[in-house]
């Protein structure tokens, strides 16, 4: 699954793992592993400081373009 993060001009598909499980009886599922959460706060925290190579290693980076309708 892809996750998007969004900062600053910038988006990244960051590819994460969904985890279910069935026999969990608090329902809570699915989510992600630590691992993955913690990536995700990287990649975010590599595009608030503008560190798109930091980012670029655990996600596709896309610069976004305001377009004019």
């Known amino acids: 699954m892809i996750r998007l993060v969004e900062e600053g001009g910038y988006i990244a598909k960051v590819p994460v793992t969904l985890i279910y ?40 980076v896309f610069q976004l373009t305001p377009v004019s309708a």
Request: hydrophobic residues 35%; aromatic residues 4%.
């Open 21 to 60: 499980e069935t026999d969990d009886p608090t329902n809570w599922g699915p989510y992600l592993s630590m691992d993955d959460a913690l990536k995700l706060e990287r990649v975010q925290e590599a595009l608030e400081k503008g560190d798109i190579a930091a980012a670029s290693r655990e996600a596709k």
